[in-house]
């Protein structure tokens, strides 16, 4: 089978609405970017979850929604949940998770409402990702992929890359295979949440450049082989390629319990958030925000990557940088042929 990879452009109509219903969790990863003291610690009823997802519906018809946590699936009322965003037309709804699968959400959904369930596994075994995420969540998270093929859902994979486990992704596609996921994205760790603790105490987790480089492609390309579509964010910008910011041109929201509603996954440490919800209301928030921050031009590309994570950014003798960083949610995809 051949493949090809393009990057995947900003689309500046379609609205994408990453909705933490709680920030809850089982477990405790070692990457957790949740912050409750930012995020809140409120599991949002169902009745603030429909006001919430109605907003969104208003602004953009056919947006998207990915249901997140915490552990979304802890919620009791996801399943309620995910048809509300149905009844309000949103064009797809993913529910990202680790896997454990609380409340028998497979029985309370069908696939006809979730278009993917979305499963986060950082390692090619336990031996790779239990240190990272918890003793049995290898065992936990390949089941219930399992579980929900069994019942005809469509799964992807998320796997977190850092300096634990960089060196385990090549070993990634027979395990995608055996478990026959339908996409598989690849993710950097960013410096945030506990990472940035972890940071702050002069662990090095993010890889180099290019350690990078040379690990993922390679493996994207025996993935897709496999005929499974692979995502990876593309981190490093070519010297000829454009930079552009999300929160310039790009429509996406990350809403927490707490009410904040941010544009930039980077900014999501500090109160730089551009929107709070009041009421049924979106409302901006007075300056300086992180709307403010998307209008700074540097040279290094990211504004935030400079702020938050510089250890990933090379300068020559005179200081210029050697390369920029793309925004975070810029994409690299490679889908089979
Ligand atoms: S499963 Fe997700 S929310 Fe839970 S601890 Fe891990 S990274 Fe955090
Ligand atoms: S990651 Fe950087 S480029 Fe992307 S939205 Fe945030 S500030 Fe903008």
Redesign the pocket.
Known sequence: MTSTARTVEFSRDATNVFFHILTR?N???R??Y?NPAQHGAADLSLTIIEAWLEIFAGRSPRANVIFL???PTLHPDLAGAIRAARRLGYASVTVDT?GYLFHDILDHVTPQEVDFFSF?LDGPDPAVNDPI?GRGSFAHCTAGIRAARRRGFRTSLIYTVSSDNIEALQRMPALLGELGVDRFFIQVIGIRGKSAERAGKEERLQVSKADWLAAVAPVARAVADLGITVTWPKVYLDPEEPFACAGRVADNFFIFPNGRVYRCPLCEDFPLHAFTIEGRRLVATGKINEADLFQLDIPEGCVMNRLIQPANIEYDAEGKPLHRIACCLLKEEISPR
Request: glycine residues 16%; charged residues 25%.
């Open positions: 969790c477990l405790k990863c990457h957790c949740i946590g915490g552990e680790n986060s995420r």
